[in-house]
């Protein structure tokens, strides 16, 4: 959000820095945030911030520098260093100043895609450890038999399908132009959590098979705790919750 952006003639040049973005290394066009009217000129910090489209490869080593950023799961996100980059002021998208709210829009279309992904593993996990339940036998009997298997495979198969409904209530809702915010980001809340007790339940009902590389099972789960975590962590969603649909006093 301290990205500046200072108009110049017919260009705006770009200083400062962006973390956790993803893919920019495979990636031609890049959406830029930034702030072209100090804080201290605004009355709201979201005011004040505009949106470019950058030519990423035209970018490169002319004022942006962009460098991996090694994690734990294979996320392809990097970091991106703006030095005086040049950008033509017609690379503007829509008004100076109200970036913000384009932003926002496109964070509701993010939200119910990642929710989607979300739900893909959970089926995933689900399916793959009820077949493996099914076909396991411990003591003269399948473990899918057992309750201490049955019943976290059962709860999240049902975490999901209601997972599902809201994903779909908010991208019917996105796609009829209608206010979508409290849906989106109810859908990407369940979602995770539906996806993250899957990975769970699918890695318990494995043992120590779950560990094992061959079954990917440990590189799914390690990638659906993201969600958790990104594009919007699920305390801040709580937050929005209880403060925009609820009515509560703001919590930060």
């Known amino acids: 959000m301290k990205t500046r952006a200072e108009r110049d003639g017919d260009s705006y040049v770009v200083t400062g820095q962006k973390v956790w973005t993803s893919r920019a290394l495979h990636s031609d066009l890049l959406l830029l945030l930034a702030r072209t009217t100090p804080e201290a000129d605004v009355k709201r910090r979201g005011d004040g911030l505009s949106v470019f489209l950058v030519d990423i490869r035209a970018s490169l080593g002319k004022g942006l520098d962009i460098r991996p950023l090694p994690a734990m799961i294979n996320h392809n996100t990097t970091e991106l260093f703006f030095d005086a980059l040049r950008i033509p002021a017609d690379n503007l998208i829509g008004e100076e100043g109200k970036g913000f709210r384009y932003i926002l829009d496109g964070l509701n279309a993010e939200r119910i895609l990642i929710a989607s992904e979300a739900l893909g593993d959970a089926r995933w996990f689900i399916r793959t450890a009820s077949e493996y339940a099914k076909t396991r036998i411990v003591f003269d009997r399948p473990i899918g038999q057992n309750q201490g298997v049955q019943f976290p495979l059962a709860r999240s198969h049902a975490e999901a399908e209601a997972a599902d409904l809201m994903v779909r209530k908010a991208a019917a809702l996105f796609d009829a132009g209608e206010a979508c915010g409290p849906d989106a980001n109810m859908a990407k809340l369940l979602a995770a959590d539906a996806s993250w007790h899957a990975g769970e339940a699918c890695l318990q009902s494995h043992g120590g098979f779950g560990l094992a590389r061959e079954y990917d ?34 919590s930060y």
């Open 217 to 250: 099972i440990e590189r799914k789960w390690r990638e659906t705790r993201l969600f958790q975590i990104a594009p919007i962590s699920t305390n801040l969603i709580l937050a929005y919750i209880g403060e925009h649909v609820l009515g509560l006093p703001r």
